[in-house]
């Protein structure tokens, strides 16, 4: 642990008002040590991973974290505040902050003793000792675990509750199962692992934890899983391998409520267990358990289950889009269009030639790209079904490319491959088979099943279809193309992440698996109208810094930044604080921009990059004006908005809180 936090690293006077100016004062002291290279790049990266999660916790805990590329080594700085700093838990303020910076490739080891320390901080006698420790030596000696405080001794009620409570339980203690993970899998993962372990000692309850987090992770032994009375799922990531907990009671929730309301957790779950409620998740994926009511997926009703769905097929097929549009991007850039046409690589590649160079990038990107309807085919069914349904969704992407039914094509053969696989778990099988349905029944029966709808039933009608979108968006111009730019716009910046937000961006990356003028057009309008709302907020509060609190100047620093890089989601922080007048005020900028750059005839073949692909852009000046003016359109309105909140008197918002709303 000596490696990642020193007496350097240390504030025990931590003078930051805001989480932004606390960021700031602990990264200062990385790039001091050298554990930092960029300041204000890995700050975007702590914002943009704030701006998906508060990470306050109640107790009076901070721990903004990320990984970034920005970090030469895993580094952890600590800081005490005396007045508190606002990270978002629903307690009230920090006043102990730790600043965690992860590489983009930290090792497992560094991350284990990270997960250690997430787990310490659920202990009271651990934080009593940080706030009342004097020496910046002596307090990171804490944080390393060189020195364990002493705990406050139980007291004899406790303990004698304790006692009964074992007792009561000792001839067939409950037993549950849980897992824990979030997106970054640093620091809350392990959080609630650990408080959910300390809630299970308290109530005399068996209580086994899997960490699907960055340290690693392990599975839980089938023995332990079998034995289980119930499941706790505390996760903001899919729970990989689900099928493992087939036939069990689940409470599934997020993992800040695993760190906040363990005991409810455990309470719901023997609850449920008494209820005899079981999961509709496939034992192995080979069927549903006894008394189940349906196969395994999001609860809710058809259409939130379809969104989440859709969204994870999209979410697996972003990465091979982003690095497969951008090689080839890049080797237009390099060698011109006409590079698409050159001859393999593998046979006629000259080292000095920057032709050959252009073409070895294209046609890695367009391998890339090969696989882009294929994954989201698979995805999509992975999301429905578990494992057993890769197969055939891969299949019946496959067969989508084969068929030219393309993207569309991708998303049907991805719900009807879910289908299948969970049509034929449903069915009954001896026991004896079950260890063999989810490896090669299940793959069998459904590729054949979903390679037959494709091919012979709906894969033509289907291709057909995606024909006439090629045709229809060939044909844009004028009037159409503008008002196909407005919704588009609408849509990328009404929730700035969110559902409509993604369901755009796939319909613009989708074509770009088949390139045509007015698809590429389509992807230049997604991306224009999606860096507005960061930049827009960005530029308000440099504008009018008081019409904004102090913690949304400091996040309109950090919105350049992520707007800049087509991180549309810079922007939630202002959209959560005031709702009805930015989210309206974005809307109308992403729209103009969306109908301008349509307008203008702007092309893209890049799925990301913001301004760093600009290069790449056809009419890219006049991109520029669309994206300039759809943000002066938005920075105008959110000020006009805002400004009639004030009444006469009123005066700007409080530096340390939101301003009172006065209806306008």
Known sequence: MSELITAELVDLDLSAETKSEAARSLAERMVSAG?????????????????????????????????????????????????????????????????????????????????????????????????????????????????????????????TEKTATAERTAAKPFRIVAVTSCPTGIAHTYMAAESLEAAARAQGVVLDVETQGSAGFERLDPAVIAAADAVIWAHDVDVREKGRFGGKPVVDTGVKAGINRPAELIAEARAKAERGEISGIAEDGAGPAEGTGGPSGPSGHFGVRLRTYLMSGVSYMVPFVAAGGLLIALSFAIGGYEIAGAKSVADHFVWGESASWAALLNQIGTAAFGFLVPVLAGYIAYGMAD??????????????????????????????????????????????????????????????????????????????????????????????????????????????????????????????????????????????????????????????????????RENGRAAWVLGASFITEGAIPFAAADPLRVIPSVMAGGAVTGALSMAFGCTLRAPHGGVFVVPLIGEPFLYLLAIAVGTAVSTALVVVLKGMRRTPGSGAPAEDGPAVAVAA
Request: net charge negative.
């Open 387 to 552: 494992r057993p349904a890769l197969v055939p969704g891969f299949v019946g992407g496959a067969i989508a490319l084969t068929i030219d039914a393309g993207f569309l094509g991708g998303l049907v053969a991805g719900l009807l491959a879910g289908a299948a696989v969970m049509a034929i778990q449903r069915v009954k099988v001896h026991p004896t088979l079950r260890g063999i349905m989810p490896v090669l029944v299940i793959p069998l029966l459904a590729s054949i099943a979903v390679g037959f709808l494709m091919f012979i039933v709906v894969g033509k009608p289907i291709a057909s279809l995606q024909n006439a979108l090629t045709d229809w968006l060939n044909g844009l111009s004028g009037s159409n193309a503008v008002i196909l730019g407005v919704v588009l716009g609408l849509m990328m910046c009404f929730d700035m992440g969110g559902p409509l937000n993604k369901v755009a961006y796939a319909f613009a990356v989708g074509g770009l698996a088949d390139p045509t003028p007015g698809s590429l057009k389509v992807m230049a309008a997604v991306m224009a109208a999606g860096m507005v709302p960061p930049l827009a907020m960005a530029l308000a509060t440099t504008l009018r810094r008081g019409l904004f609190t102090r913690t949304e």
């Open 35 to 159: 554990r930092v290279t960029d300041l204000d790049g890995f700050l975007a990266d702590v914002a943009a991973r704030e701006a998906q999660m508060p990470t306050g916790l109640d107790g009076g805990i901070g721990i903004p974290h990320c990984r970034s590329e920005h970090v030469a080594a895993p580094t952890l700085a600590f800081g005490r505040s005396r007045r508190g700093i606002d990270f978002g838990a629903a307690d009230g303020p920090a006043d102990l902050v730790f600043l965690i910076a992860a590489p983009a490739g930290a090792d497992d080891d560094h991350l284990a003793i990270l997960s250690s320390l997430a787990r310490r901080l659920m202990d009271p006698g651990f934080t009593d000792a940080l706030r009342a420790e004097a020496d910046p030596a002596v307090a990171a000696a804490l944080v390393r675990g060189e020195e364990a405080p002493a705990t406050d001794p139980e007291p004899a009620e406790a303990a």
